[in-house]
RNA sequence: GCUGCCGUAGCUCAGGGGUAGAGCACUCCAUUGGUAAUGGCGAGGUCGACAGUUCAAAUCUGUCCGGCAGCACCA
């Protein structure tokens, strides 16, 4: 006789056991049509699922936000079944619902081609017409063991031998497709709809894991209505235009070539960015009592050993030879070098924290796989700095830096950041009750700069836990920027310490940090959040001065040296062409301003402004001009 | 690194076993024009590299290099 609570309050009472399309239909028959399924005290049900006892019930349809997953879901059964009844020799694994889509692991001899990708596609229309109901069976686990392990499937063994004792062992039929699954779904593949498309294919490891074989992944995507998946596959080619790799090119900003992989070659417009870049963190660093620092390129392989990146991070160094035999190799990181200037002196409690930051130039042999952009690549720079502090400052310092950091953030406009927090990994150094006093001291000083962070299970450094500040690019793909790691380790490796009050020698904690992470990470972030109209602080070029005719070729020049003499980057267009041409061009390489002269402005000295995107144009007295420009092209302060 | 796809002019792309194509950009000429493309002429390519098949390869095959997507790895 359950009692069924709905979201609005109200309560249902039936005589019996009772299933959602009963549930609903007595609710009302447009909400049993359009029912996908139900929420059950907190846990999502069948629709097919008998309600026995008094619960609270939200039925759920494609509206509901909730919805997105399933249809998602549904969606990857509905291609795993396509792709088993047109290529019967594949072996299906997992396929859940993702950010955007779906996406179903396959395991097959040949890979899958784009070309099949459209055959899989219209077989799941037919399937989704077709609309054969999911149902919901549980089987015994020896049960579905012998199935999979009959038709030789070994990823599903795998799999339900990973499924506790006490969760039952579901599969989910729809038509002649069965595959081991959690479930939700929906009452049947017709409720997928159609407003799905299939995006790519490409190689995934079994587990993630690289040494296992590898499966075929095919992605898609999937909306609740056709609208949806329009907007979406819209905004998917918006986001091409914004892709750094693109703007740097039509920007004009840096190449990358074939003999120098993994390495950028700046252009001046570029390389003014990145010089305005570093001048304004620099000037941060200043501002928060950091010293700057330059240590070498190549050092000997011995301190690398020392430091313990030898052992770990051997991989991914470049070495070379020297003539007297000593091998050394491009620093990875700038660490150790750090701790080599800390260590020149004695240092006294009195001295910490001492703040050292540098731009430091790395290298890092990383696999080809990974390289992507400037946003990862084998040569970058840090805007690196290490804090040497003792261990009761761990807190404060950290809370300082994440102020520094949301500063820094703001000023190039990013105003939300996700922060991760990732703990202590499976293979580390250093004792337990060490991880808890960083982990803690690391966690306070989060909740004391207001910092909402996710964890990041395992994912700490071997030498201590870190926070991972990350922004996403125009692709939806994550990058780390910033990054606070607490290290107990290198100062132990490398001897550095300190004189305490008590005069006895302690060991200096290292709290490693990077607030852009990497320059060229950070510009490639940069360009696509502007998606290359850069606020005119940071702009390569601020102004072009564009003359009307030749005849005011002189007073061009005059207005662009009265714009250089204040340190404006201005540039003349003195072309032989139309003045709309010029608008055009300059507009196009998102100049932010655009001084036009003609007979009027020269004779009257001024100058017609016309700003990036704008309509309409402003006439200025030159002076005025200048001096409002040079205004809102100061830094943020 | 792994799987798949791709590589033709500076850019975007067509073509495809027998003399290499377009638009934009570039050069030069004419045009001196008021807020997002003035008109015309011209130049520009060992068709990623190397091997093989063939009378003949940009085209077919193989290997390598590079790019793209994803996975793995990571700032």
Redesign the pocket.
């Known amino acids: 006789m359950p009692n069924i609570t709905l979201p609005d309050g109200s309560i249902r009472s039936f005589d019996g056991s009772v299933d959602g399309f009963e549930l609903a239909s007595a609710i009302g028959p447009g909400l049993a049509k359009s029912a996908m399924m139900m929420i059950v005290d907190g846990n999502e049900r069948d629709l097919s699922f008998r309600i026995e006892q008094d619960c609270n019930v939200v039925i759920i349809t494609r509206k509901d936000a909730v919805a997105l997953d399933l249809i998602r879901h549904d969606c990857a059964h509905v291609m795993a079944e396509a792709v088993t009844e047109l290529y019967p020799e594949t072996q299906v694994t997992i396929g859940p619902a993702i950010e955007n889509g779906f996406y179903y692991d396959f395991y097959r001899e040949r890979?899958f081609?784009?070309g099949d990708l459209e055959t899989i596609e219209t077989k799941m229309h037919e399937i989704i017409d077709r609309g054969d109901p999911f149902e919901r069976e549980v089987w015994a686990r020896d049960e579905a063991m012998s199935h999979y392990e009959k038709i030789k499937e070994p990823f599903k063994v795998e799999l339900i031998e990973g499924i506790p004792d006490d969760e039952p062992i579901s599969f989910y039929r729809q038509g002649n497709f069965l595959d081991l699954c959690r479930g939700p779904h929906a009452p049947s593949t017709k409720h997928v709809g159609h407003a799905f498309k299939l995006m790519?294919?490409?190689?995934?490891?079994w587990r993630?894991?690289?040494s296992n074989p590898?499966l075929?992944?095919i992605?898609g995507t999937a909306w609740p209505d056709e609208k949806k998946l329009k907007a979406y596959l819209n905004m998917l080619e918006e986001a091409e235009k914004r892709d750094h790799?693109?703007l740097g090119?039509e920007l004009d900003l840096f190449h990358?070539q074939?003999e120098a992989?993994?390495s950028i070659f700046w252009h001046p417009r570029g390389w003014s960015l990145y010089r305005e870049i570093e001048a304004h963190v620099r000037r941060r660093l200043e501002d928060g009592n950091y010293k700057e620092v330059k240590t070498p390129q190549l050092i000997d392989r011995s301190l690398w050993e020392a430091s313990g990146h030898w052992d770990k991070f051997r991989e991914n160094m470049f070495t070379a030879d020297s003539e007297d035999d000593r091998t050394l190799a491009l620093k990875p990181m700038n660490c150790p070098g750090h701790v080599q200037i800390y260590k020149q002196g004695l240092k006294s409690y009195r001295d910490l924290p001492i703040r050292m930051a540098e731009f430091g130039s790395c290298h890092?042999n990383?696999?080809?796989?990974?390289?992507?952009?400037i946003?990862?690549?084998?040569a970058?720079t840090?805007d690196d700095a290490h804090i040497f502090c003792s261990e009761d400052q761990i807190t404060s310092e950290s809370i300082i830096f994440c102020d520094l950091l949301r500063k820094i953030y703001k000023d190039f406009g990013f105003e939300d950041v996700r922060v991760k927090f990732s703990d202590r990994p499976g293979v580390r150094a250093g004792d337990d009750v060490t991880w808890d006093r960083a982990e803690e001291a690391l966690k306070n000083a989060c909740e004391a700069a207001g910092l909402e962070t996710t964890l990041n299970p395992g994912e700490g450094?071997f030498y201590g836990p870190k926070l991972?500040f990350v922004l996403r690019d125009a692709?939806g793909?994550d990058?780390?920027?910033g990054?606070l790691q607490v290290d107990f380790v290198l100062p132990e490796r490398l001897d550095a310490n300190y004189i305490a009050s008590d005069g006895s020698k302690k060991r200096p904690v290292m709290l490693h940090r990077?607030i852009l992470?990497?320059m060229?990470?950070w510009i490639g972030i940069l360009i696509e959040q502007y998606a290359g109209r850069f606020p005119i602080w940071l702009a390569p070029v601020q102004a072009v001065i564009a003359t009307?005719?030749?005849?005011n070729d002189d007073y061009a020049y005059k207005v662009l040296e009265e714009c250089k003499k204040v340190g404006l980057r201005a540039a003349v267009d003195v072309r032989?062409?139309?003045?709309?041409?010029k608008?055009?061009e300059h507009?196009?390489a998102k100049i932010p301003v655009?001084l036009?002269?003609?007979?009027?402005?020269q004779e009257n000295e001024t100058v017609?402004v016309?700003r990036?995107?704008g309509?309409s144009?402003e006439i200025l007295a030159l002076d005025d001009a200048v001096n409002t420009l040079l205004k809102e092209a100061t830094p943020p302060s």
């Open positions: 890979p081609t784009e790519s294919v490409a190689g995934a490891y993630g894991d690289s590898m075929q992944r992605y790799r693109r090119r990358m074939e992989v993994g890092r990383e696999p080809s796989g990974a390289l992507h952009g946003m990862r690549v084998r970058f840090q450094a991972e692709i793909r990058w780390q920027c990054t990077a992470g990497s060229e990470r009307i005719t030749g005849d032989n062409e139309k003045i709309n041409y608008i055009r507009s196009n655009i036009v002269v003609g007979t009027k402005e017609a016309r990036l995107g309509k144009q």
